[in-house]
């Protein structure tokens, strides 16, 4: 059901602010050894322009956000928390909200409001 590379525009906005959020929570709160992260379905550097270094708790977040997006079952994505089929769980959801809080605030201090920090919370 996964193909690479056939990802709609919305799709593809959703995946960049996924990546995003991550990224500069674990640049922000986490100091120790950072492999490039690497998605099976994706090109990471096609779609971020560069690479993303990230811990090994950010990494399994983010592959698994990325996965959860990507099978989203429904036509048109709802927000996260209005959506019935809720496919965060236990601590990942609550892994995600700290992450999108996080990153958020750190976009609109670095005037960075045209990002949608409020996407999954
Ligand atoms: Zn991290």
Redesign the pocket.
């Known amino acids: 059901m996964l193909k690479k590379g056939k990802f709609s525009e919305k799709e593809k906005a959703d995946i960049k602010t996924l990546i995003k959020f ?1 990224g500069i ?3 922000e ?2 100091n ?1 050894e ?1 492999k490039t992260f690497h998605f099976k379905l994706l090109d990471i550097k096609e779609i971020e322009k560069k690479e993303v270094s ?6 399994r ?1 983010l592959t698994y956000g990325l996965t959860m997006r990507l099978r989203c079952p429904h036509e048109v994505k709802p927000m996260c928390k209005k959506c019935e089929t809720q496919c965060y769980h236990g601590e990942y959801k609550a892994k995600i909200r700290e992450v999108m809080k996080f990153s958020g605030m750190y976009m609109i201090k670095h005037g960075r409001v045209d990002m949608l920090y409020h996407y999954f919370i």
């Open positions: 991550v929570y674990c640049k709160n986490h120790g950072k990230l811990c090994p708790e950010c990494t977040l």
